[in-house]
């Protein structure tokens, strides 16, 4: 019984040093992740990538992890003055990995130490771009011709007429050549590097303000004045047409009317052209009855037709 | 005996410290641990909308569909559960919606407005409000090749989207391009997310509000005003010239008709009275004399009687004015 105990004793702790040993000899990577194997904080033999299960010497071998995926780098915004003396405010973003996990621990130690760096290099590279670029060639990504509306064509608001000869993404991608190289030896691999804002400073700002402010009441002031000339020229269009209805209503009906007078007179001189004195013997007389009133005086001589029998009974 | 001393030993330091009360007992205690723990560690459930990423010794093995799965216990095998292919997950830009928390929280105001000022190509400040929608395509892709990823497509977002903004006008910002733009932020967006190797496809980007700067918004609405002013005068303009004009078009018409009726009224009674004329005249011809004859004395006959003061001079006579004023003097008194 005394010996079976010291026995399990002694397989419990054989045990127990075999799990404290494997514990530390096996370690396990993830997807995620890349390592560097040190040996009293001296890196030993390549670094590891591949994902799952591995062995390294126990206690004496340490391991350090590093990320294996593409990374985040914000820069902070910046001042910078663009080659045509405008200040504006720039932020960048990058995105990079560790692609090199030995020269990333030499050199930086960690991703701390890469920020720092990359702050650096990229900052001074997106400088150096800037201020030898206009501000339009920052804004403006081809020369794609824009639209403005009409009305603003008319009072002349400011187009930008400068074309662009390098555009926002090929600065952009300047700036990631540029510094490229220069990280390249902490392990870095720079994947890409963009300008996320840009932006005019304070006080220019206030300034485009007032000029946009001063451009859209000049807008104001053409829609208020195109609406009155409007209103007039339709007014006008309508006196007119009001007086072409009238005048041509009354020229034809002055023709219908002269063409049915002269069509009547036509028609009565080709009947009374038969004889014109019987004509005004009948007219004549039709008009006695119609003029002659009870209020008229008649004097009439025995010698009219009438009464020449008064006096003669045998009158010619 | 022996067999499950050993067991009891097997689960390492732990149990060691624990005094032993009956070996019974600790035997029954430790199976029931592991049974609890197997159970525990063995079997995982991935919700409807989700996926589940399998991981052997942090090494990929597989991707399961919803339902309940088994899976090596004692952190063997790792799940990570993320939302499937048909969720949509939001980014908004310049605004949050109320509900949003989190990154809503700080700096809110300055970090918005900052957010959504942009230039646009004819060197103007516009601000955009926008929304991405986006949904995990590769759940594998999503998980090991970016660190970050909501980041990664906020900056994105932001500079695709200045950059695109950055090539139109005010104008074209404001009203005359918004989905053209939206668009092409789109595609944009899904061609750097891809050499980002993110796993994600952006499913839509809408522009909400597309908005003069604050200072600019009174001048802008004066435009607007301005416009409406003008439209309401020319409709004022066309109202008076569709009042006026067809009323005008009808009295000339009926101008014209009564000129036809004159027309029609003048040629009818000359008609007629030529009609009347040639018969009196045809009867007439056959015997002139009398007629003309009968004609006078008949109308001579009717106007005769009607004439009260008549005056019959002999053919001789004469000093007739004399006569006619003495007349005129005393008797019509």
Known sequence: MNRGKISIYIIVIALFLLFIVLSSAIYTIDMTQQVVITQFGRPIGDPINEAGIHIKMPFIQN?????????????????????DKKFILVDTYARWKITDPLKF???????????????????????????????????????????????????????VVDSIHVGRTKIAKRILNASKDKVNEYGIELVDVRIKRLNYIRDVREKVFERMIAERLKIAEKYRSEGMGKKAEVEGEMEKELQQITSEAYRTAQEIKGKADA????????????????????????????????????????????????KDVNAK | MQNAGRRSVNLGGEQFQIPPISKNHIIIGV??????????TSYYTIKTEEVGVIKRFGRYTTTTMPG????????????????????????????????????????????????SLMLTGDLN????????????????????????????????????????VGDHSVDEAWILSRLEIALLIKENMQEMLNTYKTGIVIENVELQDVNPPEKVRPAVNQVNEARQEMEKLINQANEAYNKVIPKAKGEANKTISQAEGYA??????????????????????????????????????????????????????????????????????
């Open chain 2, 125 to 164: 400040i516009a601000t955009v409000e926008w929304v991405v929608q986006y949904r995990i395509q590769d759940p594998k892709k999503y998980l090991f090749n970016v660190r970050n990823i909501t980041k990664t497509i906020r900056d994105v977002a932001e500079s695709v989207t200045r950059q695109i």
């Open chain 2, 31 to 40: 199976v029931v641990l592991i049974v609890v723990i197997l159970l525990f």
């Open chain 1, 263 to 310: 069509k009547a007179i036509k028609i009565y001189a080709q009947a009374y052209e038969r004889d014109p004195e019987f004509y005004s013997f009948t007219k004549s007389l039709e008009s006695y009855r119609q003029t002659l009133d009870e209020k008229t005086w008649l004097i009439l001589s025995t010698d009219s037709d009438y009464l020449k029998y008064l």
């Open chain 2, 264 to 333: 029609m009224d003048r040629i009818n009674r000359a008609k007629g009275d030529a009609t009347k004329f040639n018969e009196v005249y045809q009867a007439y011809r056959l015997s002139k004399d009398v007629t003309k004859r009968r004609i006078y004395l008949e109308t001579m006959s009717a106007i005769f009687p009607k004439i009260e003061k008549k005056y019959i001079i002999d053919k001789d006579q004469k000093g007739l004015l004399q006569f006619l004023q003495l007349q005129d003097r005393g008797g019509n008194k």
């Open chain 1, 63 to 83: 391991v350090t992890y590093f990320e294996k995926r593409l990374l985040e780098w914000d820069g902070n915004p910046s001042e910078i003055l663009a080659n």
């Open chain 1, 105 to 159: 621990f030499k050199s930086v130690v960690d991703e701390n130490g890469a920020q720092t760096r990359l702050d650096n290099v990229i900052e001074a590279a997106t400088r150096d771009m800037i201020t030898t670029n206009v501000l339009i060639e920052v804004v403006r990504n081809s020369n794609r011709k824009m639209a403005i509306s009409e009305i603003e064509a008319d009072v002349g608001a400011e187009a």
């Open chain 2, 68 to 115: 309940l799965h088994f899976k090596i216990p004692f952190g063997v095998e790792t799940v990570t559960k993320i939302k499937g292919s048909r969720f949509i997950f939001r980014e908004e830009f310049g605004y949050r919606t109320a509900k949003a928390g989190i990154r809503t929280q700080l700096t809110r105001e300055v970090n918005l407005l900052s957010e």
